[in-house]
């Protein structure tokens, strides 16, 4: 399945602003979106997929959806012929071979690193894994890791520390994008970036432009 990471809107909230905001990141050419709301109960979670699911294949078909942690709510939304095409996993989340057997070949799935021994133990098991979502690129109010961030003179040394594609995450702004863009990564992972803009699109189109323009 083609990908295309340049831009990867990672979603918060629960709301329809969180549904219309992913299908107009969509639309204006965002190739991945991760729906995530990790303090949502199941049943709410897996209806905010479905409906973002709808509306980001209705918006942009190209567009590749997939579920934050929960490997239940992708299957279900799967089965139910949702336009969701896979997970994205923590280090604590589901073993990616297992996630692998449960969702089949054709699903993506991404999973977070954010230490070179991660990444190296991931790369052991790259034949199930689709790309690593690796930071922090710097401190982020959203998700303290615990780790230091990784800037932009650490995603070279990731990079060469893998085969598989690196998404640079972690309070990563559209200016960021023009100097991570030749650090080697294969795209970069925003939230409040787009999440938070009065106009989504013109985010997600100035992003692209800057992988254009390095």
């Not at 990471?5 to 969180?18: E, M, Q």
């Not at 897996?46 to 997939?66: K, S």
């Not at 939230?191 to 992003?207: E, F, N, W």
């Amino acid at each position: 399945m083609q990908i295309d990471l340049r831009c990867y809107l990672v979603t918060s909230g629960t709301g329809p602003g969180t549904v219309d905001t992913a299908a107009e990141a969509a639309r204006s050419g965002a190739g991945m979106i991760q729906v995530r709301a990790k303090d949502a109960p199941a049943a709410e979670f897996l209806h905010l997929t479905l409906a973002v699911a709808d509306a980001v294949a209705a918006a942009n078909p190209q567009t590749r959806v997939v579920v934050n942690d929960r490997v239940d709510v992708a299957l279900v939304a799967r089965q139910r012929g949702a336009a969701v095409h896979g997970v994205h996993v923590g280090q604590d989340d589901v073993p990616v071979t297992d996630v692998r057997a449960l969702l089949g070949s054709e699903a993506l799935i991404g999973l977070s690193t954010g230490t070179f021994e991660q990444v190296r133990q991931a790369e052991q098991h790259r034949e199930v894994i689709d790309y690593l979502g690796v930071g922090p690129f710097r401190l982020t109010p959203t998700k303290d890791s615990g780790r230091e961030p990784l800037g932009l003179t650490g995603y070279p040394k990731v990079v060469a520390a893998t085969q598989l594609p690196v998404v640079a995450i972690g309070d990563v702004t559209p200016q960021d994008v023009q100097a991570l863009s030749v650090t080697g990564i294969a795209g970069v992972a925003l939230v409040r970036a787009i999440m938070g803009a009065p106009q989504p699109g013109r985010v997600v189109s100035d992003v692209l432009s800057a992988w254009q323009h390095c």
